[in-house]
Every structure is written in structure tokens, then in C-alpha cells.
């Protein structure tokens, strides 16, 4: 069953608040917008999380949040989803792309606490977002510094939606050396980044080849090819098939 979204709310203090340990039958997931809030699960010693932070509790689990001054601000969800025993315990999730890219996208889309039917099914989508993310690699990736660098090194390749952008623009832009970003990037991912730019640009072809009407002289400028020869160069070189030939299936 996909997450049937209960209730979202938006909370805020300025002083000291706490809510005791409690549990209840359904999901929760906690963001943290500002400053700090504190958190125990049962039995166990007290969490703090911070402003971009998430916290997703399983049914059933008893837990407790403080906060203390100078105040804090958070949205709650709270949500039905089965089956309620795939997680055993509370999942945090520290502030990184995801979290920051989740959270934005709830802010931007629902202003309001009393949501829309398109508002309410918009958010229940992005729960069950969040849990094919808890189940990827992705999740499983350590925060350091290095990984973090590896991450906003593939946001800005997908970022630029298929069209061309250079190590030495990747370099230049994040203030590291051309040996430096591509040493580290073979290290983490065991592939080159060149090669990891070429994949990302050869999958958008693909999909604009497949499933866009647009012709081949469109897709190879929006691309940002230099021309149709280079466009088709590079698609044969990557799949053994010219663009045409990818098109028509054969």
C-alpha cells in the first residue's frame, strides 16, 4: 500500500517545549527547518537533530522531542503505509542533497496545512520516495568529505540535463585540480569521470531519441553537439548504432 498521508503540520517555538514519550500505530517523519530539536527513542540516550536533518520513526516506537531555546522550526508528517514492519527501528537522516532537495520540494509545492487532493497525493508520493531512497546505495554512501564531493560532482553533470560540460570546468568551478576531482571520482565510483559524463549524456540522447518527436539536428543542438557527424560519431561510438538506426530499432 502506498503512504496514506495523515496529517502535516508545521510547527514553531521560541521557548522551552517537550512533547513526553509516547507511540502511536502510524509512521512519522520529522524535519528539521531551523535551529535544533531533541530527540529520545525509548531506553536510549537523547539525539540531536539539526536544521536539515530528518528523522523517520516506525509505528509502535516510543520516542519523545525537546525544545529548547533560542526556538526551532519543523514539519511533521505523519502517515499509514504497509507493510508497517519494514523498518525495526528509527532512520536519521542528516542534512545532505537528499534532505535538502526533499524538504525544498515540500516547501515549494504545499503552503498550507489543510492540502488539496493534488497536495496530499503530491506528498504521499515523495513518502514513498523516501523509502526507495532508504533502500538504494545511495542511503548506504558515508557523508565524508570525499563522498560529499563525489555527490555535488554528479549533480552537476545531471544538472546540465545532457549537454557538455569538461573535467577542467568541473575543476575550475568547485576550486580543485583536473587530477585532484578525477583521481578521487576513479577511487569512489571505480569509473572515470569522463566516462560518467558520457554515460549521463548518452542516456538523455537515448531518451530524447525514444520518446521525442523531435528530429536528430534538433536533439544533436539541444545536446550541444556541433554538429549531426559529431552527434552521430559519438552515439555509434557508445552503442554500436547511429542515432537513426536507435530510433527506428534496428
Given at each position: 500500500?502506498?503512504?496514506?498521508?495523515?496529517?502535516?503540520?508545521?510547527?514553531?517555538?521560541?521557548?522551552?517545549?517537550?512533547?513526553?514519550?509516547?507511540?502511536?500505530?502510524?509512521?512519522?517523519?520529522?524535519?528539521?527547518?531551523?535551529?535544533?530539536?531533541?530527540?529520545t527513542?525509548?531506553?536510549?540516550?537523547?539525539?540531536?537533530?539539526?536544521?536539515?536533518?530528518?528523522?523517520?520513526?516506525?509505528?509502535?516506537?516510543?520516542?519523545?522531542?525537546?525544545?529548547?531555546?533560542?526556538?526551532a522550526?519543523?514539519?511533521?508528517?505523519?502517515?499509514?503505509?504497509?507493510?508497517?514492519?519494514?523498518?525495526q527501528?528509527?532512520?536519521?537522516?542528516?542534512?545532505?542533497?537528499?534532505?535538502?532537495?526533499?524538504?525544498?520540494?515540500?516547501?515549494?509545492?504545499?503552503?498550507?496545512?489543510?492540502?488539496r487532493p493534488?497536495?496530499?497525493?503530491?506528498?504521499?508520493?515523495?513518502?514513498?520516495?523516501?523509502?526507495?531512497?532508504?533502500?538504494?546505495?545511495?542511503?548506504?554512501?558515508?557523508?565524508?568529505?570525499?563522498?560529499?564531493?563525489?555527490?555535488?560532482?554528479?549533480?552537476?553533470?545531471?544538472?546540465?540535463?545532457?549537454?557538455?560540460?569538461?573535467?577542467?570546468?568541473?575543476?575550475?568551478?568547485l576550486?580543485?585540480?583536473?587530477?585532484?576531482?578525477?583521481?578521487?571520482?576513479?577511487?569512489?565510483?571505480?569509473?572515470?569521470?569522463?566516462?560518467?559524463?558520457?554515460?549521463?549524456?548518452?542516456?538523455?540522447a537515448?531518451?530524447?531519441?525514444?520518446?521525442?518527436?523531435?528530429?536528430?539536428s534538433?536533439?544533436?543542438?539541444?545536446?550541444?553537439?556541433?554538429?549531426?557527424?559529431?552527434?552521430?560519431?559519438?552515439?555509434?561510438?557508445?552503442?554500436?548504432?547511429?542515432?537513426?538506426q536507435?530510433?527506428?530499432?534496428k
Amino acid at each position: 500500500m502506498n503512504p496514506n498521508l495523515l496529517i502535516l503540520f508545521k510547527g514553531e517555538r521560541h521557548d522551552y517545549g517537550k512533547v513526553n514519550m509516547h507511540a502511536h500505530k502510524f509512521w512519522q517523519l520529522e524535519i528539521v527547518t531551523r535551529h535544533h530539536v531533541a530527540y529520545t527513542m525509548l531506553n536510549e540516550e537523547r539525539q540531536l537533530l539539526s536544521a536539515g536533518d530528518m528523522l523517520l520513526i516506525p509505528p509502535g516506537l516510543e520516542h519523545e522531542f525537546v525544545y529548547e531555546p533560542p526556538g526551532a522550526a519543523w514539519i511533521t508528517l505523519k502517515f499509514e503505509r504497509s507493510p508497517a514492519d519494514c523498518l525495526q527501528r528509527e532512520v536519521t537522516l542528516r542534512k545532505s542533497l537528499f534532505t535538502e532537495k526533499f524538504t525544498a520540494s515540500l516547501l515549494a509545492m504545499v503552503t498550507g496545512t489543510i492540502l488539496r487532493p493534488y497536495e496530499k497525493r503530491f506528498v504521499e508520493g515523495m513518502l514513498e520516495a523516501l523509502f526507495m531512497y532508504l533502500e538504494s546505495e545511495e542511503a548506504d554512501q558515508t557523508e565524508d568529505a570525499p563522498s560529499q564531493l563525489i555527490r555535488t560532482v554528479t549533480d552537476m553533470v545531471r544538472e546540465r540535463n545532457g549537454k557538455p560540460i569538461s573535467v577542467d570546468e568541473i575543476a575550475q568551478e568547485l576550486s580543485y585540480t583536473r587530477s585532484h576531482i578525477s583521481k578521487l571520482f576513479r577511487q569512489l565510483t571505480g569509473e572515470s569521470l569522463k566516462s560518467f559524463i558520457d554515460r549521463i549524456r548518452l542516456d538523455k540522447a537515448k531518451e530524447m531519441l525514444r520518446y521525442s518527436e523531435f528530429n536528430i539536428s534538433y536533439i544533436t543542438e539541444e545536446l550541444g553537439f556541433k554538429d549531426i557527424f559529431t552527434f552521430s560519431r559519438f552515439f555509434k561510438r557508445m552503442t554500436g548504432a547511429n542515432p537513426r538506426q536507435y530510433r527506428s530499432g534496428k
